[in-house]
């Protein structure tokens, strides 16, 4: 069993950056391929950027491409999303995932999921 804690969320303009963060409990978390999901009001579940077990292989949706940036710690736990220049359309629900299948970009094959961090872009 794997739980899964976002933080990092919060209230940027345009053109700004967050850093949303997701520590993972448990001794095996090397062995999950994590990723980043989100979820804006009224529409589905989307997948955003997702990273290998040992980090030296990432995916990114299109939209995010050259703006946002997935890495993991895995002596930490830690999987990260650094995410600038954001636009509004960015704006929704951030969850985190794991899984131990690559690539993790498809909603219905996710083990875990965190319970999602807030972020909202707007001037």
């Known amino acids: 069993q794997v739980q899964l804690v976002e933080s990092g969320g919060g209230l940027v303009q345009p053109g700004g950056s967050l850093r949303l963060s997701c520590a993972a409990s448990?001794?095996?978390?090397?062995?999950?391929?994590m990723g980043w999901f989100r979820q804006a009001p009224g529409k589905e579940r989307e997948f955003v950027a997702s990273?290998?077990?040992?980090?030296?292989?990432?995916l990114y949706t299109d939209s995010v491409k050259g703006r946002f940036t997935i890495s993991r710690d895995n002596a930490k736990n830690t999987v990260y999303l650094q995410m600038n220049s954001l636009k509004p359309e960015d704006a929704a629900v951030y969850y985190c995932?794991?899984?131990?299948?690559?690539?993790?970009?498809?909603?219905?094959?996710?083990?875990?999921w965190g319970q999602g961090t807030q972020v909202t872009v707007s001037s």
């Open positions: 995932a794991g899984d131990r299948r690559w690539p993790l970009s498809i909603v219905t094959i996710v083990t875990y």
């Open positions: 448990g001794r095996t978390f090397s062995s999950y391929v």
């Open positions: 990273i290998n077990w040992s980090g030296g292989n990432t």
